[in-house]
Every structure is written in structure tokens, then in C-alpha cells.
């Protein structure tokens, strides 16, 4: 009861849609199996999952106080992967990022519906070049109109 009151005034989702759990699972399935089970407690340990900024950044988030694994790769975000797929005839790539060693976000181009995802492409581990979406929704959101 406590979870449905907490989903309507503070928005989000208990858990993670089709289309987010299948990217999940495409990742689960490219790490070797020591990441891939501490990224699988993780994951049972989400506990709000919030959509801000639907199809550009997707953020989950952990009971507080929970003793939860951390993969390890330190730092406050960490692209774990980036994961193509083709949507409405174009290949689009989402990245899966860790804060501080724990599963976050999804950034960038993640679908939003099973259907948006026409066919899975590759999985990238430890992708180079990573750059946040999050400054670029921050200056979308405070621009100034009259510039």
C-alpha cells in the first residue's frame, strides 16, 4: 500500500517496463556470470523506477540502508554498456550507466514500449566516450526562452 501511495505523489514505477527489462536482460546475458549476478541483486533491490524525462532518461533507485553489491567499476557514473537496436527503420543506442558502482540510468534513445524496440542489435561492455544526457536536459529545462 505504502509503494502505490509513494508511485502517486512522488511519481514513477515499482519496477522496470518491457522494454527496459529487455534491454536489461540483453545485458544480463553479455556479463560474465560475477557481474551479471551482483547486477541481478540489484535489480531485485530497485525499489522506485522514475521517468523524468521519458525516452531520454530513465533512473532507478534503492531503499536506503539496503546493503546492496556494487560492481567494480567505481565512480559516479560508469557507462556499463551501450546497447543498439533499430526503432521506426533507425538503429538508435541506449547506455546503461552505474553511479558508484550500482545500476542507475538508462540514457538517451530508451524505448518506451516493447513495440518501439523492432530488433535488438549489439551490446557494448565498457563503452569510451560517455557523456551524461543529464547536462543537457538540465540546460534544456532552465534556457532561457527569450534567447
Known sequence: MFAKISEFLFGGTRGFNEAETRLLSLLMDALPAQERDILA?????????????????????????????????????????????????????????????????FERNVPQRLSDIETLGSVV????????VAPEIDAQEHADPST
Open 41 to 105: 541483486r540489484q535489480l531485485r533491490s530497485v525499489r522506485k523506477v522514475q521517468r523524468q524525462n521519458p525516452g531520454r532518461l530513465v533512473a532507478a533507485y534503492y531503499k536506503r540502508g539496503d546493503e546492496i553489491p556494487r560492481l567494480p567499476y567505481p565512480g559516479y557514473e560508469y557507462c556499463l554498456a551501450n546497447i543498439t537496436y533499430l526503432s521506426g527503420g533507425r538503429a538508435r543506442t541506449t547506455s546503461l550507466v552505474l553511479h558508484d558502482g550500482r545500476f542507475m540510468t
Open 125 to 132: 561492455l565498457h563503452p569510451k566516450g560517455f557523456k551524461s
